[in-house]
T-cell receptor, first 112, second 112 residues
């Protein structure tokens, strides 16, 4: 059974700092891994999707990497801004119908 | 605009009163799923569907029903809600196992 862990559970950084969020998964037989952002009271916004054959994906200030052999993914946020404050979730896609198994998230606060 | 639409966004109901949460997507996706999100437990899959008239249980299906009579719609039915079904519910869709998942805005359900 796939298990996904995100560390740390919460993180506070000053504006402008670069930061890394971590995601680990136990079953390497994934189709892909997806990073989401969740704002309080809102839905999930997809940030990046990395296929199992890829090593990284980039979108603007975001860069996600994937190391299937070690069961790890990281989300790198460059030059953080207060608007980046949110909970970040990673989800590994495996098995029948490509079920998403989620971590419990990292709550990020970017301070002025 | 490509989107997954859930209704209602908020619902307070009493134990035992049947309710339906609707989900509709306009992207012609085959795959649709329901998740619930609870503090400390993350998002867990309730039911999924790989196409019209094809549905199956996820990790936490007890107390829920679904149907997929049309490709765009995937309603979640609670025939006799109980307080332990108080949660934040999300509907998701994707076109295939290698593609990005899109989520609705969520339905916050309280059962008293």
């Amino acid at each position: 059974k796939q298990e996904v862990t995100q560390i740390p559970a919460a993180l506070s950084v000053p504006e402008g700092e670069n930061l890394v969020l971590n995601c680990s998964f136990t079953d390497s037989a994934i189709y892909n891994l997806q990073w989401f952002r969740q704002d309080p009271g809102k839905g999930l916004t997809s940030l990046l999707l990395i296929q199992s054959s890829q090593r990284e994906q980039t979108s603007g200030r975001l860069n996600a990497s994937l190391d299937k052999s070690s069961g790890r993914s990281t989300l790198y946020i460059a030059a953080s801004q207060p608007g980046d404050s949110a909970t970040y979730l990673c989800a590994a896609s495996t098995g029948t119908a490509s079920k998403l198994t989620f971590g419990t998230g990292t709550r990020l606060q970017v301070t002025l | 605009e490509a989107q997954v639409t859930q209704n209602p966004r908020y619902l307070i109901t009493v134990t035992g009163k049947k309710l339906t949460v609707t989900c509709s997507q306009n992207m012609n996706h085959e795959y649709m799923s329901w998740y619930r999100q609870d503090p400390g437990l993350g998002l867990r899959q309730i039911y999924y569907s790989m196409n019209v008239e094809v549905t199956d249980k996820g990790d936490v299906p007890e107390g829920y029903k679904v149907s997929r009579k049309e490709k765009r719609n995937f309603p979640l039915i609670l025939e006799s809600p109980s307080p332990n079904q108080t949660s934040l519910y999300f509907c998701a869709s994707r076109s295939g196992v290698f593609t990005e998942a899109f989520f609705g805005q969520g339905t916050r359900l309280t059962v008293v």
